[in-house]
């Protein structure tokens, strides 16, 4: 059973980057047969996708934050990974990545755990 | 504001029913994409509950069901129960944003 979990920094200084990385067990970001998603959610608030990297490294953003927004893989550690620049304190919330099955595009199952950011000096 | 548009909130007593509207546009649900659900209890991560518009994960209760016309979407949930209490948020996919978007989330308040 694929099981995610976030991990990075709690606290990212205004204007700084946010990189958050995405392990995978269970299962292998190689297979191919998946896209690998990043989803935040500020306090209180509902759920934004961010984006989405497949194996090869094609990725796909959401338009607002596509000029901010790097979504890798990293295969030989089972990893993907996301950087967000210049952030303000706009960009905090929960981050989650969840898997995206390529049978089911757009739907998304499991989320990891999801980490809370916050951006402030 | 969210793309998909939900009520903040609905509520109802032990054992009745309770329905959550979920409404779109054509350029997502009204142009025939899935639209999933998902459940998130307080301090969790989402899960998801319906997928593929009406489909249940296995261990998702036959409580749990939902529909899709038009350009709207529905999830019911029958013979209420306090640990139904939870955020639920719809989900498609919007071709004029080219990604995935959400509802802004539904509060349920079990009475």
């Known amino acids: 059973q694929v099981q995610l979990r976030e991990s990075g920094p709690g606290l990212v200084k205004p204007s700084q980057t946010l990189s958050l990385t995405c392990t995978v067990s269970?299962?292998?970001?190689?297979?191919?047969?998946?896209?690998w998603s990043w989803i935040r959610q500020p306090a209180g608030k509902g759920l934004d996708w961010i984006g989405r990297?497949?194996?090869?490294?094609?990725?796909n953003y959401n338009p607002s934050l596509k000029s901010r927004v790097t979504i890798s893989v990293d295969t030989s550690k089972n990893q993907f990974s996301l950087k967000l620049i210049s952030v303000t304190a706009s960009d905090t919330a929960i981050y989650y990545c969840?898997?995206?099955?390529?049978?089911?595009?757009?739907?998304?199952?499991?989320w990891g755990r999801g980490t809370r950011v916050t951006v402030s000096s | 504001q969210s793309v998909l548009t939900q009520p903040p909130s609905v509520s109802g007593a032990p054992g009745q029913r309770v329905t959550i509207s979920c409404a779109g546009s054509?350029?997502?649900?009204?142009?025939?994409?899935?639209v999933n659900w998902y459940q998130q209890l307080p301090e969790t991560a989402p899960k998801l509950l319906i997928f593929?518009?009406?489909n249940r994960p296995s261990g998702v209760p036959d409580r749990f069901s939902a529909s899709k016309s038009g350009t709207s979407a529905s999830l019911a949930i029958t013979g209420l129960q306090a640990d139904d209490e939870a955020d639920y948020y719809c989900?498609?996919?919007?071709?004029?944003?080219?990604?995935?978007?959400f509802g802004g989330g539904t509060k349920l308040t079990v009475l």
């Open positions: 054509p350029s997502n649900i009204g142009a025939g994409y899935d």
């Open positions: 593929g518009n009406t």
């Open positions: 989900q498609s996919y919007d071709i004029s944003l080219s990604g995935s978007i």
């Open positions: 269970g299962g292998s970001i190689s297979s191919g047969t998946d896209y």
């Open positions: 969840a898997r995206e099955p390529m049978v089911a595009p757009w739907r998304f199952d499991p």
């Open positions: 990297v497949y194996t090869s490294g094609n990725t």
